[in-house]
């Protein structure tokens, strides 16, 4: 496997953690808890940001490349980049839904609930499609020419939560996730 695509399984284990996250905070509203919306709303500005603007596009440019060459496989690149679309929409909803209650907004629980759920339930599918279906393929049909290009149309970023040198806008969301990881190592 190339190193693109290496990157692209890790960045969807951090995906993944985010995910992981955000359904324990609406499964709180089954407690009779409140979950803590800045942290729900700091998880969605990052997937709208990281995954939807510089993740996402980077694999559309591939998957194209796999549709050009391996025409068979068409219809299943025009899904998944379909799913790409529907990602964005469903997080920028959320995010505009989070940031409301966040700023004093008082909207019923299913208002969140229902689209964190849905959008939870779509983003862990469509990866799974990727890796499974997808992934492999790009690996074998693109070349170091392939990925230059790719570079120059969407230019590579460092990932602002998992990254080396991360901004302190996700400080409280790396805290939230050492917890969890420590959490779930004791279990």
Known sequence: MNEPVAAWHEEHANFAKLLNLLEGQLNLFHRSQTPNYALMLDIMCYMTHYPDLLH???ED???EVVKERVPSLGWLVDE???EHVIAVQNSAQLVSDLDSVVNGAILPRESVETPGR???AHFRHHMAREEADLFPIVAKTLNARDWAAIDHAVKPAADPLFGANAPTQYEVLRRE???EASAGAEI
């Open 56 to 58: 996402h596009p980077r």
């Open 61 to 63: 440019r591939a998957f």
């Open 80 to 82: 998944l980049m379909a």
């Open 118 to 120: 849905e959008y939870i």
């Open 177 to 179: 996730i050492v917890r």
